[in-house]
Every structure is written in structure tokens, then in C-alpha cells.
């Protein structure tokens, strides 16, 4: 038995074939063909696949589209899965499959179980997710669960797809930043213990690294003054970025996002990998000394300008050590394909490091960089810019605390990474269809309540006979759990998860259509048993949908 995506490369291939048949009979005049794409009509009556093959090809060949449609058809083979194909105007082919393969595809679900929709599009290949990545010096916020979200959904779907991932957090444990973050600290501890002491100029403020410094206190006591301010300063330091590492780690569970990785900055230089590529790009000649720094020549890669890699007083710069951490991956650890993904505030910081990649020979293809807006909170019509619990900036854990994770996860991955998102709270907690995460695991809890019925019955499907499966609420709902494989497909070639979200809704829609206009229970025992497993199809994919954006499927509501 085919599955839609082994039929979409077959009708592909014949369409490609007959338009070569077609060229080779004069038919066609020999011009090169366009590629051949095969898409699903919004509207059924317009069958299950459509191309608008005829269309790209009409402006070489000098051949009006109906006309180049119809000679296509013309030299189409038969194929077994297909009721007919027509050419429509003003010059597409459609495809309507016939009723008894649509039907049989319940019966592929229902054997694949949690196995459906899984393919093996990366062939094992090495994929590296690096996600989140934020300086262990505060507390995340709403921005960083978009990205979070964002890369463990990717992650989700990459292994669905046959890749092997590993999901990774870079730790920059090192650098100025966190020598800010150790002396404010220390700062705070003092100030907590009544000793003069003032939070640098450019530390942290925030009302958090007062917590910080007095749940230290509560632990060691006053211990860190009896000591040198250097050594204070270091060993209080560590034990806050430890609990800062902790704290973040807490906070990404909370909406199910675990790392099979925190690498650390430090390791780089411990372990003499930054010294390593820098004297492998001073080789190449991409490295110069000129007004008192070390700069990347990215000019010479086609850049607008060079880049500091290290400062005149010899320390080394954020995108030096970013420099050796992608040698690190690629080089060292052998990925096959790094996605790396940034903040907003990160965007002009792609161009060079793809030029640094290319620097060190290695294909920047190989590298995929996407940028994760900016989340705007509301209320309904009201602005949401500060926390209610410390007047300062809203944290990722205050908004799972409020509207919980399956909500933060459906709503961050409803748009598109590189668009700016609003986030309405009041909206993410309704128990109404006006919430699409109420909406959709509404449906799934729905599909279990009626395969309870039937186990209260003891009703026993297994034997259901799918080919009675043939009444249009019926053969919608098959349209619509069969195109999981391509779903997979198309977000792990895209790298765009909002179409889950989209598809998830679609979903619930068509089956909440089925359950209004088809009576699953009824007194007909074989439409009971053929519907039963249809209901069980549909809560295999609708399950694993939900289960690829890291949400719960709830069976009851």
C-alpha cells in the first residue's frame, strides 16, 4: 500500500514522463522542462492534487496552458490509486484519488500507530540545535521561551524525520559579562549584610541579584568576608552562576524544554580550541592587526566591513569565541547541518559568521541561522510591558504560571519566527473554541470520550472494515489525517513549525464536522466498527501532532 507521500513522487514522476513523451512525439516543442509541483486544492471538488505544471511551462514552449494541460493528460499511464485526471482551467491538472485508497489509508494509520507520519527524509544524517544560549546572569524572559519553544519543536520534528539531533545550550560562562555579574553580585551580598558596597556601572540592577545574594547569605552566612575581594568575587560568583544555570534549566521545563547539552565558552580556551582557530585563520590570511586589535578580514568574503576578534587589551570577542564554537561543532564534533537560533537582536550577526564558516572551508550551506522576534504581552486590548510580581521586566516563568505550558507552546509557535508576535494572556487561559489550544485538545479529549463508549460497549474494532468508510464527512477527515507524513516533510525542509499549529486547528475543525454529521456508535455494527477505527486513526495523528509541539493530549475535559 503507497502512502500519499510515495503517490505525490509517483504522479511526479508520470507527469514529468508524459511531458517528455509529449516533447519527443512534436507534441511539445523541446524546451527545458520547469520542476513539477504537486499541491493539495483548498477545495475538494477540485480533487487531491493539483499542478500548475502547464501554467510554468506555457511561456518557453509559446503553447496556451489548457492546451499543453490536455496533451499531458493525454499521455498520462493509468495509475491504480487515481479515479481521474483533468486538465482545468485556465491550466492546471487535477487528481481526485479514488475513494477506496483513501479509505485504505485509515487502515495504514491505524496499523503505523505512534509510528505514522514518521519518514526518513535526513537518513541518519547529524543535526545540531543550538537554542536559547542566554547569559546565565538573569532570569528568562518571554522572548527566550519563543526561541526555546521554536527550537524544541524543531528538534521534534528533525527526529521525526529521520535525522539524528542533538539539542544544545552554549553556556557563555565566560568574558566580561559574567565578570559584571560576579561583581554585582558580591555588590548585593555585601549591601545584604550592611557593608558599604556599590553595584557597577555596568552590572545588574535588577531586584533578582538581591534574592540571589540573600539566599547565598542564607546558606554560607557572612563567609565571603572574612576573604580577598578577588577571591570573594570568584568563589561567590560561581556559586550565583550555578544557581542562575539551575534556575534557567528550571524554567525551561517548565514548558518541556531539556537540553542533551550545555556546553560551555570556558571549555573553549581551557581546552585550546579558540587558540586553535585563530592561528588556522591567521594561516589563511584572514587575520590582521591593525588599530591596536586583531580584526577577521569578512570584507574579503564579500562582507561590508572586518570584524574584531580580539580587543587590544588581548581579550577575546563575543563573536571570537562564537568563531571557535562553530569550529568546535562543525570540526570537532562533525554535524553534518548547525541551526542555530538568535534572538532579534542577533540579526547582524548572520552575515559574518557565515562568512567566518566559509573562512574555515566549510560549506555555509551547512549552516542555517534563524532570527526569533519579538513577543509583545496583552491583555485583551491592553498592553502588558511590566511584572506584576517585581516591577520589572515580565519573566517566562510568571507567564507558564499564569496561562500554563501547552498555551505558551501553541501560541509562540503560531507565527512565523521572523514575524513579531502578540501574545493576548486572557485569551491563552478561555475554556472556549475561541482558544485554539482549548479548541484543538478539545477534539482529542472528544475522540477519546467516544473510544471509552465503545470499550464501555465492548465493542471490538479491530476487524472494522475501512472500505464502508465512503460518505464525504467521512472521506474528509481521511483527506486530512493522511497528509501527516507531508506536514513532517514540509517543516523539517522549511524549518517552519507554525504549520502544526495551522494544521492542528484544520484538524480539530474536520473532525468536529465528522462527529456532527456521522453517528460513530449507532445500531449498524459494521459502520460502528469501520467509524470506531476511524475515530482511533484520527487520535493517533491528532496525538501526534499535539505530541510534536510538545504539548499534552488530554483525554478527558
Not at 405 to 416: I, P, V
Amino acid at each position: 500500500m503507497s502512502s500519499i507521500l510515495e503517490l505525490r513522487q509517483d504522479l511526479t514522476a508520470q507527469l514529468t514522463a508524459a511531458a517528455a513523451r509529449a516533447q519527443q512525439s512534436g507534441a511539445l516543442p523541446p524546451v527545458t522542462l520547469p520542476e513539477v509541483t504537486l499541491e493539495h486544492p483548498q477545495n475538494s471538488a477540485f480533487g487531491d492534487f493539483a499542478t500548475s505544471f502547464p501554467l510554468k511551462l506555457a511561456r518557453a514552449a509559446g503553447v496556451k496552458p489548457m492546451e499543453i494541460a490536455q496533451k499531458i493528460v493525454a499521455l498520462l499511464e493509468p495509475c491504480p490509486e487515481v479515479e481521474r485526471v483533468v486538465a482545468a482551467a485556465p491550466g492546471f491538472i487535477n487528481f481526485t484519488l479514488k475513494a477506496g485508497w483513501l479509505s485504505s489509508q485509515v487502515e495504514a494509520i491505524w496499523r503505523a500507530g505512534e509510528s505514522y507520519g514518521r519518514i526518513d527524509l535526513g537518513r541518519g544524517g547529524r543535526v545540531q540545535l543550538e537554542f536559547v544560549s542566554v547569559n546565565p546572569t538573569g532570569p528568562l524572559h518571554v522572548g527566550h521561551g519563543r526561541g526555546a519553544i521554536l527550537g524544541s519543536t524543531l528538534a521534534n520534528v528533525l527526529a521525526a524525520s529521520g535525522y539524528s539531533v542533538q539539542k544544545e545550550y552554549y553556556l557563555n560562562d565566560a568574558g566580561s559579562q559574567i565578570d559584571a555579574f560576579y561583581r554585582s553580585l558580591y555588590a548585593r551580598y555585601k549591601q545584604s549584610l550592611g557593608a558599604e558596597a556599590e553595584v557597577p556601572q555596568n552590572g545588574y540592577h535588577g531586584a533578582y541579584m538581591v534574592d540571589l545574594a540573600r539566599e547565598i547569605i542564607t546558606e554560607k552566612a557572612d563567609a565571603f568576608l572574612s576573604m580577598t575581594e578577588g577571591e570573594a568575587v570568584e568563589r561567590l560568583g560561581q556559586i550565583g552562576l550555578d544557581k542562575m544555570i539551575r534556575q534557567i534549566k528550571a524554567d525551561l521545563e517548565l514548558i518541556g524544554v531539556t537540553f542533551d547539552i550545555w556546553f560551555s565558552e570556558r571549555s573553549l580556551y581551557e581546552k585550546g580550541q579558540f587558540q586553535a582557530v585563530m592561528a588556522l585563520l591567521r594561516q589563511g590570511g584572514y587575520l590582521v592587526e591593525k588599530e591596536n586589535a586583531t580584526w577577521f578580514m569578512s570584507t574579503a568574503l564579500g562582507e561590508d566591513k572586518d570584524n574584531v576578534v580580539i580587543r587590544g587589551d588581548g581579550s577575546p570577542t563575543y563573536f571570537a569565541a562564537d568563531v571557535a564554537y562553530h569550529y568546535n561543532k562543525f570540526v570537532e564534533r562533525h554535524f553534518d547541518k548547525v541551526i542555530n537560533i538568535w534572538g532579534a537582536d542577533h540579526q547582524g550577526h548572520v552575515p559574518r559568521m557565515k562568512a567566518v564558516v566559509s573562512a574555515l572551508g566549510i560549506s555555509p550551506e551547512r549552516l542555517t541561522i534563524i532570527i526569533s522576534q519579538m513577543v509583545t504581552l496583552r491583555r485583551g486590548d491592553e498592553l502588558v510591558r511590566i511584572s506584576k510580581r517585581s516591577g520589572e521586566i515580565i519573566t517566562l516563568r510568571e507567564v507558564v504560571e499564569e496561562v500554563g505550558a501547552d498555551a505558551c507552546r501553541f501560541f509562540f509557535l503560531s507565527r512565523t519566527a521572523d514575524s513579531q508576535m502578540d501574545f493576548d494572556l486572557e485569551l491563552a487561559k478561555k475554556q472556549s473554541a475561541e482558544n485554539p489550544v482549548y479548541y484543538v485538545q478539545y477534539a482529542h479529549a472528544r475522540i477519546c470520550s467516544i473510544v471509552r463508549l465503545a470499550e464501555e460497549r465492548k465493542i471490538v474494532f479491530d476487524d472494522g472494515d475501512v472500505s464502508l468508510l465512503a460518505s464525504e464527512p467521512e472521506l474528509a477527515l481521511i483527506r486530512k489525517l493522511m497528509l501527516l507524513p507531508e506536514l513532517i516533510e514540509t517543516v523539517a525542509t522549511t524549518l517552519e513549525p507554525h504549520h502544526l499549529t495551522y494544521y492542528a486547528q484544520d484538524l480539530a475543525t474536520v473532525f468536529h464536522a465528522f462527529y456532527r454529521d456521522c453517528r460513530v456508535v449507532s445500531d449498524d455494527e459494521a459502520v460502528t466498527k469501520a467509524r470506531l477505527k476511524l475515530v482511533a486513526a484520527a487520535r493517533t495523528v491528532l496525538a501526534g501532532v499535539l505530541h510534536l509541539l510538545g504539548m499534552t493530549a488530554p483525554e478527558r475535559m
